[in-house]
C-alpha cells in the first residue's frame, strides 16, 4: 500500500452525523491509529498534540480551526464527514439540554428578546449545523489532500478512504461498523432514557477507550 502525503488526519464534521463509527471503522487499520474526541478535554497545545499516522474524529474541531491550521496547515489529510443538514438538525434539537447544542443556544447565540417569545430549539440547531458546515468548507478552500464522505453512503465509500490514506488492516470489520449505530439521540420524556447532565465523566471514559494509540479490532 503507498504512503500518503500525510500523517494526520483530521475529520471535520457538525457531529450527529456518524462520527463515532467512522472513527469506530478507522479504528481497524493495523497502521493508523484512530481515536473519537481523544483530546477533547485538553487545553493549550496540549489538545492539538496528536501522534502520527493518526485519525482524529472530532466535531470540535470545528471550533478550533485557526490553531488547526497554525499547527497542522496543508500538512494534515482532512475529511469532511457530512449527514443531511435536516438530519442533524433534528438530532441536535433532541440534545437541547446539553452539550455543543445548549452552548450555541444559551451563549454563541443569544436567546430571543422576551417580547418576540422563545425561538423553536429546531430554528437554533439548524442555524449551528450551518454554520459549522461553512466554516469547515471555508477551512478546506486550497487544502491539498481533502476527502469527503457522506453518512448515507459511508459503506459504498469507506473502500476509498482506506486507499487514500493507504490503510491496511481489516477493512472487512470496518465496514461491517458502519451498520451500527452508536450514541442516538434520545428525544428527552423517552422511557428509560439516562440522562446527560455532567457528562465529563463519559468524555473521560470515551478518552481513555480512544486515546492515541489503541486500535480496535
Not at 19 to 26: E, G, K, Q, V
Not at 79 to 94: G, K, N, Q
Not at 206 to 211: D, G, I, M, Q, T
Request: hydrophobic share 40%.
Amino acid at each position: 500500500m503507498p504512503k500518503p502525503a500525510f500523517d494526520s488526519i483530521f475529520v471535520l464534521c457538525t457531529g450527529r452525523c456518524g462520527s463515532t463509527t467512522l472513527a469506530r471503522a478507522c479504528g481497524h487499520a493495523s497502521n493508523w491509529t484512530a481515536g473519537h474526541e481523544s483530546r477533547s478535554h485538553l487545553l493549550g497545545a496540549a489538545r492539538l498534540d496528536y501522534p502520527t499516522r493518526h485519525v482524529e474524529v472530532d466535531n470540535r474541531l470545528s471550533w478550533m480551526l485557526g490553531r488547526l491550521e497554525t499547527r497542522y496547515g496543508p500538512n494534515a489529510g482532512y475529511v469532511h464527514l457530512t449527514r443531511d443538514p435536516e438530519a442533524v438538525a433534528h438530532s441536535y434539537a433532541a440534545r437541547a439540554a446539553y452539550g455543543i447544542m445548549h452552548a450555541y443556544a444559551q451563549g454563541v447565540v443569544f436567546p430571543s428578546p422576551a417580547a418576540e417569545g422563545p425561538r423553536p430549539m429546531l430554528d437554533y440547531a439548524r442555524d449551528m449545523v450551518a454554520t459549522v458546515t461553512a466554516n469547515i468548507d471555508a477551512f478546506l478552500v486550497g487544502k491539498p489532500h481533502v476527502m469527503r464522505l457522506t453518512t448515507e453512503a459511508l459503506t459504498r465509500d469507506l473502500p476509498a478512504l482506506w486507499d487514500w490514506a493507504g490503510m491496511s488492516g481489516r477493512l472487512d470489520l470496518a465496514l461491517q461498523e458502519c451498520s451500527i449505530r452508536h450514541n442516538e439521540s434520545v428525544p428527552a420524556g423517552t422511557p428509560g432514557r439516562i440522562g446527560r447532565v455532567g457528562t465529563w465523566q463519559e468524555n473521560i471514559r470515551r478518552a481513555l477507550r480512544w486515546s492515541p494509540g489503541r486500535r480496535a479490532g
